[in-house]
């Protein structure tokens, strides 16, 4: 039976449900917005006044077009306003009991043809349907917030939901100019399912003391180039609604990963929700504001600063491409670079790959043909680490096998002078690895560059339990020198950003080899529901999935947990040949 959803009801006006209302209103349809009193119905309309109002500013909507907006919506204290519309929406608090007495008592008001939905973000749309005497025509509407911008709306079926509903509410999501995914009952669905699992795991690190949250959320910012980083990001979400939605997820699959951080409970039971309160991770300006204001976790600039080394020349030992922009880097802000490589068409290489670099910055307007001539002629190279005996600092940039790189670092310590940092670019291996191999570890640092480093704005600066404070602070402000944001971290493995990255990676390939979702729904839930500026197969297939499955392989063998073993399929494509795009095959075809 086809059936036309024109008429929306949404139950409940909270930043979600208000914002629910105003995207059907946007788009011409009639709404019935109603809360439980007066005092809730008037939060709720200033809530939709206060959002397309920001919008007449901006230029994206005129006055007259609000006002047309605001009289579509008819708002109410009384859930049997809502008795003859075509589609009801809950948007309530995220606690089963309410919802579940909500579905109840919509079940005897609505007419027969209604399609009664919920925008829960994780409990089971099974068990709200069974409230009701037709459980067939429940199913989930998760919107993302803020709704009126993000684009994703995942659509939740469950084992008996009617096929005609689910085509019904997918035709409305794009009438609402949404994206929509298709997906079964199962706690977190996609995009909660695979976003918290990391956003739990970021906690850890911060309750664990290995970074500061400032550095956790510039890490993944600059990193991976996300919009927000996890902390800031658990700030605007809510910390009680991260809390429901991973204990829901924890409760379903029993996977330690999901298990609530103990922080998190602390911090919820003080009353720190977040932005909506004032204070969560960060103080804000006041509760409601995102401003975030110092308090007594604000880094300071100390009145005395630590002491650091003079750093006036670079060596970078390597010629693939992450050797070629750091050297670029360096070169650019006025530093003599050494490059040393196998052989001296290598080294010539370099240089052409910095010169080809510089033209397409060039055709730009992000350099000239001046800046190009200044920048190449601080590039010395050289096939003979020989070279590098009187260079103040050397980047070490070579194949990433801890042998290999164990025994440059034992050439490096012969011929360095002494006082020379000694950095090493991995980006999982353990750097005390390297550093035990030479008779100065305290001069050993990692200098974890992001791909491509000409391009990225992060380095993950990684000490050891033996490397000299005035290294580590040379370092942190040599990054800033260079027009980079450094971020410090401990030596283990994947430090902050493959660690918090690749589970994620993992549990989105677990999640394709159980059928749950396609790679393409998965993607799509992903970039529109989160706004990452890509998918996770997307994003894996361009990594190469060999370097994924090391990385991943590092942190099992690192922290033993089973969380954190590869997934299967994963291996597997591996085994097949299959890395991605440098092979032309990967989860996709090229």
């Given at each position: 039976?086809?059936?036309?959803?024109?008429?929306?009801?949404?139950?409940?006006?909270?930043?979600?449900?208000?914002?629910?209302?105003?995207?059907?209103?946007?788009?011409?349809?009639?709404?019935?917005?109603?809360?439980?009193?007066?005092?809730?119905?008037?939060?709720?309309?200033?809530?939709?006044?206060?959002?397309?109002?920001?919008?007449?500013?901006?230029?994206?909507?005129?006055?007259?077009?609000?006002?047309?907006?605001?009289?579509?919506?008819?708002?109410?204290?009384?859930?049997?306003?809502?008795?003859?519309?075509?589609?009801?929406?809950?948007?309530?608090?995220?606690?089963?009991?309410?919802?579940?007495?909500?579905?109840?008592?919509?079940?005897?008001?609505?007419?027969?043809?209604?399609?009664l939905a919920t925008n829960t973000s994780?409990?089971?749309?099974?068990?709200?349907?069974?409230?009701?005497?037709?459980?067939?025509?429940?199913?989930?509407?998760?919107?993302?917030?803020?709704?009126?911008?993000?684009?994703?709306?995942?659509?939740?079926?469950?084992?008996?939901?009617?096929?005609?509903?689910?085509?019904?509410?997918?035709?409305?999501?794009?009438?609402?100019?949404?994206?929509?995914?298709?997906?079964?009952?199962?706690?977190?669905?996609?995009?909660?399912?695979?976003?918290?699992?990391?956003?739990?795991?970021?906690?850890?690190?911060?309750?664990?003391?290995?970074?500061?949250?400032?550095?956790?959320?510039?890490?993944?910012?600059?990193?991976?180039?996300?919009?927000?980083?996890?902390?800031?990001?658990?700030?605007?979400?809510?910390?009680?609604?991260?809390?429901?939605?991973?204990?829901?997820?924890?409760?379903?699959?029993?996977?330690k990963l999901h298990a609530p951080s103990?922080?998190?409970?602390?911090?919820?039971?003080?009353?720190?929700?977040?932005?909506?309160?004032?204070?969560?991770?960060?103080?804000?300006?006041?509760?409601?504001?995102?401003?975030?204001?110092?308090?007594?976790?604000?880094?300071?600039?100390?009145?005395?600063?630590?002491?650091?080394?003079?750093?006036?020349t670079v060596g970078v030992v390597g010629?693939?491409?992450?050797?070629?922009?750091?050297?670029?880097?360096?070169?650019?802000?006025?530093?003599?670079?050494?490059?040393?490589?196998?052989?001296?068409?290598?080294?010539?290489?370099?240089?052409?790959?910095?010169?080809?670099?510089?033209?397409?910055?060039?055709?730009?307007?992000?350099?000239?043909?001046?800046?190009?001539?200044?920048?190449?002629?601080?590039?010395?190279?050289?096939?003979?680490?020989?070279?590098?005996?009187?260079?103040?600092?050397?980047?070490?940039?070579?194949?990433?096998?801890?042998?290999?790189?164990?025994?440059?670092?034992?050439?490096?310590?012969?011929?360095?002078?002494?006082?020379?940092?000694?950095?090493?670019?991995?980006?999982?291996?353990?750097?005390?690895?390297?550093?035990?191999?030479?008779?100065?570890?305290?001069?050993?640092?990692?200098?974890?560059?992001?791909?491509?480093?000409?391009?990225?704005?992060?380095?993950?600066?990684?000490?050891?339990?033996?490397?000299?404070?005035?290294?580590?602070?040379?370092?942190?402000?040599?990054?800033?020198?260079?027009?980079?944001?450094?971020?410090?971290?401990?030596?283990?493995?994947?430090?902050?950003?493959?660690?918090?990255?690749?589970?994620?990676?993992?549990?989105?390939?677990?999640?394709?080899?159980?059928?749950?979702?396609?790679?393409?729904?998965?993607?799509?839930?992903?970039?529109?529901?989160?706004?990452?500026?890509?998918?996770?197969?997307?994003?894996?297939?361009?990594?190469?999935?060999?370097?994924?499955?090391?990385?991943?392989?590092?942190?099992?063998?690192?922290?033993?947990?089973?969380?954190?073993?590869?997934?299967?399929?994963?291996?597997?494509?591996?085994?097949?040949?299959?890395?991605?795009?440098?092979?032309?095959?990967?989860?996709?075809?090229?």
């Amino acid at each position: 039976m086809e059936r036309s959803l024109d008429t929306i009801g949404v139950v409940g006006l909270g930043t979600m449900g208000a914002g629910i209302v105003e995207v059907c209103a946007r788009h011409g349809l009639p709404v019935v917005a109603v809360d439980m009193d007066d005092a809730a119905v008037a939060r709720g309309r200033g809530h939709v006044e206060r959002s397309t109002g920001r919008a007449v500013e901006r230029g994206k909507m005129s006055a007259e077009e609000q006002q047309e907006v605001l009289a579509r919506v008819t708002f109410a204290a009384d859930l049997e306003a809502v008795a003859d519309c075509d589609l009801v929406v809950e948007a309530v608090p995220e606690i089963l009991a309410i919802k579940r007495e909500l579905f109840a008592r919509l079940d005897g008001i609505v007419k027969e043809s209604c399609v009664l939905a919920t925008n829960t973000s994780s409990l089971s749309v099974t068990e709200l349907s069974v409230a009701t005497s037709h459980p067939e025509r429940v199913l989930g509407l998760h919107f993302f917030n803020p709704a009126p911008v993000q684009k994703l709306v995942e659509i939740i079926s469950t084992v008996v939901t009617d096929p005609d509903i689910v085509t019904a509410a997918r035709e409305l999501a794009e009438r609402l100019g949404k994206t929509p995914v298709v997906v079964g009952d199962k706690a977190g669905f996609i995009g909660n399912y695979l976003l918290f699992g990391y956003l739990n795991h970021a906690m850890s690190m911060y309750e664990s003391r290995y970074a500061t949250r400032e550095d956790l959320d510039a890490a993944m910012q600059y990193g991976c180039g996300y919009p927000m980083g996890p902390l800031a990001l658990l700030d605007l979400i809510g910390l009680d609604t991260a809390y429901q939605v991973l204990d829901t997820m924890y409760r379903e699959g029993r996977d330690k990963l999901h298990a609530p951080s103990p922080i998190l409970k602390q911090m919820v039971t003080a009353g720190l929700l977040g932005r909506k309160t004032g204070r969560g991770f960060y103080t804000y300006e006041a509760p409601g504001s995102g401003t975030i204001v110092a308090d007594a976790l604000t880094p300071v600039e100390s009145a005395s600063p630590r002491p650091t080394r003079d750093v006036a020349t670079v060596g970078v030992v390597g010629t693939g491409t992450m050797a070629a922009g750091i050297v670029e880097v360096f070169a650019k802000a006025g530093y003599p670079v050494t490059v040393v490589g196998r052989s001296e068409d290598k080294a010539a290489g370099v240089a052409a790959a910095i010169g080809a670099s510089l033209d397409r910055a060039i055709s730009k307007g992000r350099a000239t043909e001046e800046t190009k001539a200044e920048a190449l002629g601080r590039i010395t190279s050289a096939t003979d680490v020989a070279a590098l005996a009187d260079v103040d600092l050397v980047v070490e940039a070579i194949a990433e096998d801890v042998e290999v790189k164990t025994e440059m670092f034992r050439r490096l310590d012969g011929v360095c002078k002494q006082g020379a940092i000694l950095a090493t670019t991995t980006s999982s291996l353990p750097v005390i690895q390297v550093a035990a191999a030479t008779t100065r570890p305290a001069d050993v640092i990692g200098m974890h560059f992001f791909n491509p480093a000409q391009v990225m704005k992060l380095v993950e600066v990684v000490t050891t339990v033996s490397t000299a404070g005035d290294v580590e602070e040379t370092v942190l402000q040599l990054c800033k020198a260079i027009g980079k944001v450094p971020v410090r971290c401990g030596d283990r493995a994947g430090f902050i950003v493959n660690a918090l990255l690749f589970p994620y990676l993992n549990d989105a390939v677990k999640m394709l080899e159980a059928h749950y979702a396609t790679a393409d729904d998965i993607d799509t839930a992903m970039k529109n529901g989160c706004a990452l500026p890509m998918g996770p197969f997307e994003l894996l297939d361009v990594v190469g999935l060999d370097v994924s499955y090391a990385i991943q392989r590092q942190l099992y063998l690192e922290f033993r947990d089973r969380g954190y073993a590869p997934a299967p399929l994963l291996e597997h494509m591996v085994t097949a040949g299959y890395l991605g795009r440098k092979t032309k095959r990967g989860f996709r075809t090229y």
